[in-house]
């Protein structure tokens, strides 16, 4: 990492940095500033204790240990500094699997949710290694991302799970697939995401992306997003393999690279 990067201290999770606005970015701004801001109150069918939260290492306003939660809560501080007046796709993925990267992309999904004036949606984009449903506990079922690729007709409303936390949205994956690459550059997922993250100006978008060692998948996705984080899992990385791959990202959306100590 160069030395403008700023590193926090992520005894549990962080360690974020400046990116310059990528300027392909302000066309879409003006039409999703007028977006409709009503999924803000949009009620939850069900709501998860405190309990189920804390066993699922789920990140929550009332959190007794608050360090985790507050370093969320800074990761959160600085994309929204740098998305400026306008909602955006983040893509998170590990360096090395195992690292914690879908751990950083629900826990940081949620910290968006904690306001009242935003929602969040998680999609697992991990097609080799999907974990999100069962982290969350969300049953599988009713379609996922996949199942939409292939088949747009089934609607979206269908693959838009309720996770038990307000405002956090999940397009699950639950079906395992190779070459997650093509439905990455597809046409149909760039147009599922503009149109998501298009409809509802207080929606933020968090893609769970699989590893970046080994594939060039993570790469792909990014294509998709307005910016990246990266996640070094303690002691998996040397810091010349981290600069390595974070120089295979496009310097204008990296947003930096959280540094998260594996329990
Ligand atoms: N900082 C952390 N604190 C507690 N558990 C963590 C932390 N980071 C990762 N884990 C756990 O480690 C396991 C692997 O993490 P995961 O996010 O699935 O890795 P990756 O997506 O990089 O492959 C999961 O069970 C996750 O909940
Ligand atoms: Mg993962």
């Not at 606005?21 to 803000?40: E, K, L």
């Not at 993570?218 to 990266?230: C, N, P, W």
Request: hydrophobic share 40%; charged share 25%.
């Amino acid at each position: 990492m160069s030395g403008s990067r700023e590193e926090l201290d992520p005894t549990n999770p962080v360690a974020l940095t400046s990116a310059t606005r990528s300027s392909g970015r302000s066309s879409g701004i003006a039409q999703r500033a007028i977006a409709s801001r009503s999924i803000a109150k949009m009620a939850e069918p069900y709501a998860l204790t405190r309990r189920i939260l804390d066993d699922r290492r789920l990140i929550h306003p009332e959190q007794s240990v608050r360090a985790r939660t507050d370093a969320f809560r800074e990761i959160r501080t600085r994309l929204l500094a740098l998305g400026g007046d306008s909602n955006f796709i983040t893509m998170v993925a590990p360096i090395s699997p195992c690292s914690g990267g879908s751990f950083v992309a629900r826990n940081l999904a949620i910290a968006f949710s904690f306001d009242e004036a935003r929602t969040a949606l998680l999609i697992d984009c991990n097609l080799r290694n999907p974990s999100q449903h069962v982290a969350l506990g969300v049953e599988p079922g009713a379609g996922d991302l996949i199942d939409y690729l292939e088949n747009p007709d089934i609607g979206v409303e269908k693959i838009l799970r309720h996770t038990g936390i307000p405002r956090l949205r999940l397009i699950p994956n639950t079906s395992k697939r190779e070459m997650s690459g093509e439905y990455f550059s597809s046409f149909g997922m760039r147009t599922l995401l503009d149109s998501l993250r298009d409809r509802y100006a207080d929606r933020y978008i968090f893609l769970d992306g699989p590893a970046v060692k080994g594939s060039p998948d993570a790469r792909i996705l990014s294509e998709l997003a307005d910016f990246v984080v990266l996640v070094s899992g303690s002691g998996r990385d040397s810091p010349s393999a981290i600069r390595r791959h974070v120089a295979d990202f496009d310097p204008n959306k990296l947003a930096g690279v959280v540094f998260n100590q594996l329990p």
